[in-house]
């Protein structure tokens, strides 16, 4: 009988079915990391979301079989001492293609259309003074007619792109993998960057992805361009990032993820107030509809690998 434990439960606000053969079940709302070998000590399947797994933890776990990760990123997890130890990691696969391309757009539109600062000229007053019906103290710019450029193009830069699409945007692309799609151009990323109205970061975070997006990158851009970022916060040199905002290389920024979640104090993203960025607290994957379709994909996952047909399998 397998004994699985889910380390972080809180982390997914869904039905979580139980799988469809003997196992006993245990699970904790969320788990520091000096409790992960306590808690795993006994199991055979763990089940994590951002919790880490690293080798220290995995030596002193010689029960466990599996690690089911409850989210497409795997950075985590020590892979490397999981294919030592012979331990299979599955994650879950283009559960929120609708949610995290519309969070996406939700910010486009917010800051390409200045929504922050008109809501805080009604909030002050400003409108209610207005001798004429309408301010217009801030820049709008239509989405038809510009560029988007795409950074990584598996299904969820695919699903920007069709959105991009489907608002008049012509699409580049910037990938490491030939594209096929006939509907957007292939371009280096200097190219890209260079170009584009808007940059879209759809990229796991590696080391060779890390900070890919510095000082540099960021001087190269367009200064009407906007910097979107729904992937990994670790993809963009944070406080290169908040000069650029500061000094006015680029015109904006919207981002969902930070380099450390939660984030810490001195994060100089934090710190700014700029009507020309937007930070949302990591939710562009938490549409209602995206996370029981990832807790079904969970079960799904560790059922296969349980009846020895394994799906998902990371590395």
Known sequence: MHNIVF???????????????????????????????????????AIVNKVPLRAA?????????????????????????????????????????????????????ALRRNLRAYCADVDAGRWQASSRFCLLDHPIADLAGSRLGIVGYGALGQKVAQLGRAFGMEVVVASRSPVADPLVRQLE?????????????????????????????????????????????????????????????????????????????????????????ILTPHVAWASAGAMQTLADMLIDNVEAWAGGAPINLVG
Request: hydrophobic content about 45%.
């Open 7 to 45: 380390l972080d439960r809180a982390s997914l606000e869904a039905k979580v079915r139980r799988p469809a053969f003997e196992h006993a079940w245990r699970e904790y709302p969320a788990s520091s990391q000096a409790e992960v070998v306590e808690r795993l000590r006994h199991a055979t399947i």
């Open 57 to 109: 933890e995995l030596a002193q776990l010689p029960k466990l079989q599996m690690v089911a990760v409850a989210a497409t990123g795997t950075d985590n997890v020590d892979l490397a001492a999981c294919r030592a130890r012979g331990i299979p990691v599955a994650n879950i696969r283009n559960y929120s293609v609708v949610a995290v391309p519309e969070h996406c757009f939700a910010l486009i539109l």
């Open 189 to 277: 990323l200097d190219e890209l960057l260079g170009t584009a109205d808007v940059v879209s970061l759809h990229l796991p975070l590696t080391e060779q992805t890390r900070d890919m997006i510095g000082a540099p990158q960021l001087r190269r851009m367009k200064r009407n361009a906007l910097l979107i970022n729904t992937a990994r916060g670790g993809l963009v040199d944070e406080a290169a990032l908040a000069q650029a905002l500061s000094e006015g290389v680029i015109a904006g920024a919207g981002f969902d993820v930070l380099s450390k979640e939660p984030p810490l104090p001195d994060n100089p993203l934090l710190a700014l107030r700029l009507p020309n960025f």
